[in-house]
């Protein structure tokens, strides 16, 4: 009795392992949308932070879910590339911009005030916020 | 210096920036999309990022390149974090980014709608390993004065110090198919 209760129980660790291990494995990406904002400031307080101190400012929002708000300078791509919501900063050689899907339509016009989150990927002229979910 | 001389040499600055800026006029693009690919007869698994930063001068040929490693979107989630934190290093090694020059084409060339095949050479740099570069590329001049820029090359893993593990080899290819594509705006 004792042995087939082991069998079962053993049988069913290994499928439930199985059902995890292919779930984990074909696991998409995940969208800002599903997720809460770990951070919360504006878009000029954030290119700020990277525009001073680079390492620093990987350590603190890089790789996290960043909600930003700010004005919005431009919105462009879209036709099969990702729309760019690009957020002022108090610096014209620079934006926060935050990449949305290429099918998702965007009604803002530049100098809306917006706010956006987006899981940020680092500093390279603008600071980039991926998978981006409008929050207002 | 009196407000007099002031005015003098700022209307002197005005004057000469027009100039200045045609005579050195760059191109450049926020949103290049690059794309790569490895290929096996088990996987086939594939890369974008949409936001390489390129600067193009053509007087000079100078041309620079960097995109941050962290941007490159997978289908899987586990791919990616794969990608980062054991092949790329990513908290380490940000950014690729190349510095070089394009060869084959000329400033007078760019003016005038046109497709032309150039050299691409330079030094590439990512996971904290640089190499020497060349490849082919293309530079088409659109009726509106922007260019599009296109280079298909590849890059293999082991040259810049990327260990893939055995266990992996059969889902991994070593030689990785690296798709560039970017449309420069006049600066």
């Known amino acids: ?136 | 210096m009196t407000m007099n001389t002031t005015i003098k040499s700022l209307a002197l600055v005005c004057l000469l920036i027009p100039t200045l800026s045609n005579a050195q006029e760059r191109f450049a693009s926020r949103t290049g999309h690059v794309a790569f690919r490895s290929e096996t007869t088990v996987e086939t698994i594939e890369a974008n990022n949409h936001k390489a930063t390129s600067v193009y001068d053509p007087n000079t040929g100078a041309l620079e390149f960097a995109v941050l490693i962290k941007a490159f979107e997978f289908e899987k989630a586990l791919m990616q974090e794969h990608f980062n934190e054991n092949y790329m290093e990513s908290n380490t090694y940000p950014k690729a980014v190349f510095k070089g020059k394009v060869v084959g084409v000329t400033a007078a060339d760019l003016k005038k709608p046109g497709k032309h095949d150039v050299t691409v050479e330079g030094e590439l740099t990512m996971h904290g390993v640089s190499n020497k570069v060349t490849n082919k590329a293309t530079i088409s001049v659109e009726p509106t004065g922007t260019l599009k820029a296109e280079s298909n090359f590849v890059i293999k893993a082991e040259d810049y110090k990327i260990d893939i593990p055995s266990v992996v080899r059969k889902q991994i290819a070593e030689e990785i198919q690296v798709k560039v594509r970017i449309d420069y705006q006049k600066m």
């Open chain 1, 1 to 136: 009795m004792n042995k087939r209760i082991l069998i079962i129980l053993m049988t069913l660790a290994v499928v439930a392992g199985g059902i995890y291990g292919y779930r984990e494995w074909n696991r998409g990406l995940e969208q800002a949308n599903e997720v809460k904002a770990e951070v919360t400031l504006t878009a000029e307080e954030l290119f700020k932070a990277y525009t001073s101190d680079e390492a620093g400012a990987n350590q603190k929002f890089t790789d996290k879910v960043v909600q930003v708000s700010g004005t919005v300078r431009e919105v462009n791509g879209g036709n099969g590339s990702p729309v760019n919501v690009l957020l002022e900063t108090g610096d014209p050689l620079g934006a926060v911009v935050c990449e949305f899907a290429a099918d998702m339509t965007i009604e803002l016009k530049s100098g809306a005030k917006t706010t956006v989150k987006g899981f940020c990927t680092g500093y390279n002229l603008d600071v980039l916020l991926q998978r981006c979910a409008i929050v207002e």
